[in-house]
């Protein structure tokens, strides 16, 4: 009976440290972790046009590991969890960019352009191959094309930097 007791002690105690062990390694993940925030904004345009506007931010939370500095000449060293650090990327969403909207008038298109500044309309005119000239004012011109997407691309070119600013409008 004696033996039989101690047996049943031996084999409870292993399952219990074998169990104990499992789980400290699935603990080593617990200074990391990842959260994802999307915001969906929908604004409903003086058209009736509705636009959606989507913000994603993944932050990732991550504690620095050190070494108890009073286990040095230890064997088994115990681990301390430092400060987080944390990281943000932002996605990219339509918020970033303006939409457009356009109007065929036979010899082109007449597009308004929505920016976060303002509204802007402009004559559109084709060129060549897939390409635009447009009218952005009396003497400011610029050249633009669609993309697979049906985004209207915009390149100007700013005199003072001399520099040619890409600007990206969605298809609404």
Known sequence: M???KTLTTVVFMSCASII???SDETKSNENSSKETVTKII???GPNGEEKVIKKQEVITKKGKIK???GDEDKTNQTA???DDEVQVQ?????????GYSKISDGKGYVMTFFNKSGNKVSKVRPVSSGYYIVNLGNKDNGLGHFDKDKN??????EPTTDKVITTIYKAN
């Not at 996605?91 to 960019?97: A, E, T």
């Open 2 to 4: 004696k033996t039989l």
């Open 20 to 22: 104990y062990a499992q």
């Open 42 to 44: 929908r604004i409903k």
């Open 67 to 69: 070494l108890n500095p």
């Open 80 to 82: 301390i969890y430092g």
């Open 90 to 98: 932002k996605s990219h969403s339509s918020s970033d960019m303006g």
């Open 152 to 157: 209207f691309i915009l390149e100007t070119y």
